[in-house]
């Protein structure tokens, strides 16, 4: 059974031979074309018997008429139908068009599986296999690599965001400010990557006449290296993350001369006194939802889902915690791994928004109607 996608917004009538027709049974006689943005509108999945039986009546003469399925490309579906009896034709489509040949669904389909971070082939198959009409994958990657592409504007979206944080920073904004992807090639090995990232933000914030007062990290040595000689200097203090120290510390106990390694006793000196790097592994956790570490990305593919990752952080970070309906706060019970079997009683969070991503796809429709040759269907329609 095929299933295809019916947008609320796409009920495209065409062809009424009578203009003035009043009969309640016409289906002609409003001459719908409501072409209103699909991102507004709600989409439907109906079965195909199901939609051919909208096509069985004749609406001119009531008489019975043929049908059939002229063209489908992706969610894309154009059905004809003819009377025999009265010479009474039209055609349908299940959706509208972006600047005359972009089936809207295909462009937002692959839009929705981007900006929500979902591996393309897996969403794919599991549509297909529930009978849905969808793209191919192919598709999904010709629209993510064409300009104006789904990743521009990602990067543009986060442009627009960056700006705004490095205006608006405070002493503690709980926000990802800079996002550099390093590939192995560029650097003499991939333990050097975290250091050219480093340079690279620091390099950005230096552009913008930003001085960092603080620095917390992990225990990285070459980072460690070139903060003493790079930013040091420039009055940057540089502290370590308590809970990488911590969990050196534990590994290492089991060492009886432990303690007095010369290399643990500096770093305690240099643990940082007041904020940790927990919000930054929570952001690295994040990371794993849009870019799992078992699917290799192009790097295109990858530096968008970086930034979707910070989008969606930074959208999400301060979340107040969830009320019940008398305004009471709600908390949960967890029993995590290091406190092995003993429980801990958590805030639970209001549940995170993804405004974002419906910016992005309203963003995407937009942009394809300004500028749609790159992202161009390659065979021609209507
Ligand atoms: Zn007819």
Wanted: aromatic share 8%.
């Amino acid at each position: 059974m095929k299933m295809m996608i019916m947008p609320l917004s796409s009920v495209t009538y065409r062809g009424c031979p009578k203009s003035r027709c009043m009969r309640r049974t016409c289906l002609m006689r409003s001459h719908l074309t409501r072409v209103t943005p699909i991102t507004m509108a709600l989409t439907f999945i109906v079965c195909q018997e199901e939609l051919m039986g909208l096509f069985v009546i004749c609406p001119a003469c009531c008489e019975r008429s043929d049908s059939s399925i002229m063209q489908q490309e992706g969610t894309f579906l154009k059905i004809k139908q003819v009377c025999a009896s009265c010479g009474y034709h039209r055609f349908w489509q299940n959706q509208p068009m972006l600047h005359r040949n972009m089936p809207t669904c295909n462009l937002l389909l692959s839009g929705a599986i981007h900006f929500t971070g979902c591996l393309a082939t897996q969403t794919l198959r599991m549509l297909t296999l529930f009978g849905l009409q969808c793209i191919s994958a192919s598709s999904y990657f010709r629209h993510q690599r064409a300009t104006p592409s789904l990743v521009a504007l990602v990067r543009f979206s986060w442009a627009l965001l960056e700006v705004w944080i490095l205006l608006s920073i405070e002493d503690r904004v709980n926000k990802v400010v800079d996002v550099q992807l390093v590939q192995s090639s560029e650097v003499p090995n991939s333990s050097w990557c975290e250091l050219e990232g480093l340079k690279r933000s620091v390099g950005l914030l230096r552009g913008k006449d930003l001085h960092l007062a603080t620095l917390i990290t992990d225990r990285h040595r070459q980072v460690a290296k070139w903060l003493r000689e790079e930013l040091s200097p420039e009055g940057t203090r540089h502290y370590f993350d308590v809970w990488h120290i911590a969990k050196s510390s534990l590994a290492a106990v089991k060492l009886e001369n432990i303690i007095t390694r010369t290399a643990l006793l500096k770093d305690v000196r240099q643990l940082s006194p007041q904020h940790q790097t927990f919000s930054l592994e929570a952001y690295h956790s994040l990371i794993l939802h849009f870019a799992p570490k078992h699917t290799g990305f192009s790097y295109v593919g990858m530096y968008s889902r970086l930034l979707l990752a910070a989008l969606h952080y930074n959208h999400n970070a301060n979340r107040e915690t969830a009320r019940k309906s008398d305004g009471t706060e709600k908390y949960c019970v967890r029993y995590p791994g290091f406190r092995k079997g003993a429980h801990v009683v958590r805030p639970i969070q209001e549940a995170a928004s993804y405004g974002y991503a419906t910016s992005l796809m309203k963003a995407l429709q937009e942009s394809y109607t300004h500028s749609p040759a790159a992202l161009r269907e390659t065979s021609p329609m209507i």
